[in-house]
């Protein structure tokens, strides 16, 4: 697939891609995947061997509008729930990261950004799917309204719009599915403040294989 402008913000899609949508205004999505260092994250590595566990979703290259699923209150573990996550801060201060990227088109992004901001209007009836880790585990849907963990958010939000990029469904999927997936650009690994510090972005090419290295060891520090 062949984008005329590779920078972040609109470009135009020629060519063939996972859907041919021919010569299309399209726009960049953000799928970031880091180590809060938690309790539970701590234990789903220990479940899936997979040094990063938490997934979010960015509407830009800063990860300025960044959403998902997890810790409410930093200081209280059962305070799970929906969040809108700021980079280099909170339980992503120190966080190590691999961003991700892939293109929908503007309607596609019209509907995503709309139904996440449909639920953050709503935020306080939402809740974390504690309940549906528990389902993975097992290999069994446990459905629960209005909660999520952070990856089942991730694809549900992107599936609101029509969008796949894993072959899994939301209750089952994980951080490695994303890492997985043909439909997405490694964009960069290393520590998450690196990345949106100003002048200071370092990218990383896909044959570097950040696919293999991620289920089975913690990533390096990238080049400052």
Sequence with gaps: MKITNDKAGPAYQSGPGPENRGNTIVQEIYIVLTDTGTVLSKII????????NHVSIAFDERLGEMYSFGRVQQ???FSGGF?????????????QCAV????VTEDELRQIRGRILE???ERDRYTYNFIGLIGVILNREICRKRAYFCSQFVVAMLASAGVKITD??????????FTQSSQLEPVYEGPIRNFVAPGNIVTISPRRGIRARLPR??????AS
Excluded: M, S
């Excluded at 991700?100 to 293109?103: A, D, T, Y």
């Excluded at 060891?217 to 990238?222: G, M, Q």
């Design 45 to 52: 590595r220990r479940y899936t061997g997979c040094p990063l």
């Design 75 to 77: 200081r209280n573990p």
């Design 83 to 95: 969040v809108k996550e700021r980079a280099g801060e909170g339980l992503l201060k120190d966080a």
């Design 100 to 103: 991700f990227r892939f293109r």
């Design 119 to 121: 639920i953050e209007r």
């Design 168 to 177: 899994e469904p939301a209750w089952r999927a994980q951080a490695r599915h």
């Design 217 to 222: 060891v913690p990533f390096r520090r990238a």
